[in-house]
T-cell receptor, first 116, second 111 residues
Framework: GAVVSQHPSWVICKSGTSVKIECRSL??????MFWYRQFPKQSLMLMAT?????????EQGVEKDKFLINHASLTLSTLTVTSAHPEDSSFYIC????????????FGPGTRLTVL | AQTVTQSQPEMSVQEAETVTLSCTYD???????LFWYKQPPSRQMILVIR??????QNATENRFSVNFQKAAKSFSLKISDSQLGDTAMYFC????????FGKGTRLHILP
């Protein structure tokens, strides 16, 4: 299957700083990437959908100015958490979709963000 | 809006037994996909099985099979001959364009 990576896998930052998470499709071109957030013992909640070269589409309740998403190439999308606060601490997972049969999506391994 | 409901927050079963995880969904769409994903402690999402809504035949993958009832909007997962490595969170998911997930069922396989 296709491979999606995320970097970093774990990050700790101070409150008020910004942190960037990268999502890469390693062996395919991802026309669409998705960003999910997962709190402990909860499900994955879709935050936004990004298409290469276009602005991201955010789900209701997700602050677009706080969670900046860039999908500048067919293999890379970034999520920047701006002015992070402890309540932003969570597990962030990206997934990517390319020109595959049945619109199959492939998930990255996730990034654990801890804001102190 | 589409919704996915998993009514069993947690289940336990003895190794080698069969277990069924329930899932219902709501949609007005006619063409869509349904999935079961496994999330072990590593938290990597692993696709267990997929079902296309236009296919009447239930999908199977080795020990994993589904019971897809389109009219009832039900999509249960059966795990046969359960193994210790099956211990994980299991998420039912619906996709027409984007994937949305149910709340999950935590499955414990007991030795």
């Amino acid at each position: 299957g296709a491979v999606v990576s995320q970097h970093p896998s774990w990050v700790i930052c101070k409150s008020g700083t910004s942190v960037k998470i990268e999502c890469r499709s390693l062996d395919f071109q991802a026309t669409t990437m998705f960003w999910y957030r997962q709190f402990p013992k909860q499900s994955l909640m879709l935050m936004a959908t990004s298409n290469e070269g276009s602005k991201a589409t955010y789900e209701q309740g997700v602050e677009k100015d706080k969670f900046l998403i860039n999908h500048a190439s067919l293999t890379l999308s970034t999520l920047t958490v701006t002015s992070a606060h402890p309540e932003d601490s969570s597990f962030y997972i990206c997934s990517a979709r390319g020109a595959f049969r049945d619109n199959e999506q492939f998930f990255g391994p996730g990034t654990r963000l801890t804001v102190l | 809006a589409q919704t996915v409901t998993q009514s069993q927050p947690e289940m336990s079963v003895q190794e080698a037994e069969t277990v069924t995880l329930s899932c219902t969904y709501d949609t007005s769409e006619n063409n869509y996909y349904l999935f079961w994903y496994k999330q072990p402690p590593s938290r990597q999402m692993i696709l267990v099985i997929r079902q296309e809504a236009y296919k009447q035949q239930n999908a199977t993958e080795n020990r994993f099979s589904v019971n897809f009832q389109k009219a009832a909007k039900s999509f249960s997962l059966k795990i046969s001959d359960s193994q210790l490595g099956d211990t994980a969170m299991y998420f039912c998911a619906f996709q027409d364009d984007k994937i949305i997930f149910g709340k999950g069922t935590r499955l414990h396989i007991l030795p």
